[in-house]
C-alpha cells in the first residue's frame, strides 16, 4: 500500500480573508499509485456537474464554486468526505464544529474576531440524508477497490495570523510554501514504516526548482532530485526508515483527484470565513455591497466601510492582509 497526498490552497492572492491550505489522503494498492482516481471511483464520485446523479463532485474548487449559486458542492462534498472517514452519519453541529474537525489550530484565533462570533450555532444548512447517502456510496466504492479514504488536515491562516507571518519572512510565497511543508511533514510523520507517501502538489507559482528550500525545511532527510522541468518536480525525501516522493506539478487540482478534494476543502473553509465577515459587516450597514475579498474588490469594500460605516471599529491587523 501507498499513501496518496494531495495539497492545495485557496486564498492566496486577496486581501481580505483567511489563507487555506489543505491537504487529503488515501490509502491505494501499489499498482493504483498512478491510476485515475476519478475512474476508479466512478459509481461515487465525479469531476464534472453535468450528470452527477447522485454521485460527490470533486474537481478544482474554481469549478466547484461560484459565488452567485453558492458553494453547494463543495459543503455536500467535504461533508460526505468527513463522515465517510470518520464512518457515521452525524454531521458537525454548526461552522465552529466544522472548523474544529478540520482545523482545529485557528479555532482559538478565530474567537478573537468579532466577525466570527456566531460561528458557533451558525448551521451547515446541509441536507444530511443525502449526505449520508453519497458517503455510504463512497465508503462501498472505496472498500470495492481497496482504498482507504484516510481523511484531510487544513491549515488556515486567519489574517492577523497571515501578517505575523509574511512580516516575518517578507515573502508571502515562503508562508505558503511554510505551511505546504507542514502538512507535507505532518503525513510524513504519521507514515507508517513500510509504506510510501506520495505527496501531489500544485506548482508553487512559477517555480521549478525546489531542491534548496527542500533541503531547508526537511535538513534530516536525504535528498534526491528525480525531475525538474516546467511541467512538474519531482524529489525522493527518505530518513528514519521512511521514504516519501514529492511531485509539483502544473495544474495538478486537475489532474489528480487527492489535490481537487484538497482545494475544496481549503475553499469551503475560506468561504465560510468570507461569508461571516460580510455577514458582520453588512448587518451593521446594509449600504455595503457583500465581498470575495479579492485585492481590487477588496480595497473597494474597504473604502466603501469607512466611508459609510465609519462607526464601525476594526483592527486593520485583523482585517486587511499585508502583501
Known amino acids: 500500500m501507498a499513501i496518496l497526498v494531495g495539497i492545495d490552497e485557496a486564498g492566496y492572492g486577496p486581501l481580505l480573508g483567511p489563507l487555506v491550505v489543505s491537504s ?12 485515475d482516481l476519478w475512474e476508479i471511483l466512478s459509481k461515487a464520485v465525479s469531476r464534472e456537474k ?15 464554486y461560484h459565488r452567485d449559486q453558492g458553494f453547494g458542492h463543495l459543503r455536500r462534498t467535504v461533508l460526505a468526505m468527513l463522515t465517510s472517514v470518520h464512518d457515521s452519519a452525524t454531521l458537525p453541529a454548526d461552522c465552529r464544529q ?8 485557528c479555532c482559538r484565533r478565530l474567537t478573537e474576531y468579532p466577525w466570527y462570533a456566531d460561528l458557533a450555532g451558525r448551521p451547515l444548512e446541509a441536507d444530511a440524508e443525502d449526505i449520508a447517502l453519497a458517503s455510504h456510496v463512497l465508503r462501498r466504492t472505496l472498500v470495492e477497490q481497496g482504498i482507504r479514504y484516510h481523511g484531510a488536515v487544513c491549515r488556515c491562516l486567519d489574517v492577523a495570523q497571515y501578517n505575523r507571518m509574511v512580516s516575518a519572512v517578507k515573502n508571502k510565497a515562503a ?26 502538489v500544485d506548482r508553487q507559482g512559477g517555480r521549478i526548482n525546489y531542491q534548496k528550500t527542500l533541503s531547508k525545511m526537511f535538513p534530516e532527510l536525504r535528498l534526491k532530485i528525480l525531475k525538474q522541468h516546467s511541467l512538474g518536480s519531482s524529489y525522493e525525501l527518505s530518513g528514519h526508515g521512511k521514504l516519501m516522493r514529492l511531485h509539483f506539478t502544473v495544474k495538478a487540482d486537475y489532474r489528480f483527484l487527492p489535490v481537487a478534494l484538497a482545494s475544496m476543502h481549503a475553499k469551503y473553509i475560506r468561504e465560510i470565513l468570507i461569508e461571516a465577515m460580510n455577514r458582520y459587516f453588512v448587518g451593521q450597514c446594509p449600504r455595503l455591497k457583500t465581498t470575495a475579498g479579492y485585492w481590487q474588490d477588496g480595497k473597494r469594500f474597504i473604502q466603501d466601510l469607512n466611508r459609510h ?5 476594526y483592527n486593520s491587523e485583523m482585517l486587511i492582509r499585508s502583501r
Request: some cysteine.
Open 24 to 35: 487529503t489522503s488515501f490509502f491505494v494498492p501499489d499498482e493504483q499509485v498512478k491510476s
Open 309 to 313: 460605516a465609519p462607526y464601525i471599529k
Open 98 to 105: 466544522l472548523l474544529a474537525f478540520l482545523c482545529p489550530d
Open 175 to 200: 508562508v505558503l510554501f511554510t505551511e505546504v511543508c507542514v502538512l507535507i511533514q505532518c503525513a510524513f510523520d504519521t507514515l507508517p514504516a513500510g509504506q510510501v507517501l506520495q505527496v501531489l
Open 50 to 64: 453535468r450528470h452527477l446523479a447522485g454521485r460527490l463532485l470533486i474537481t478544482d474548487s474554481k469549478k466547484a
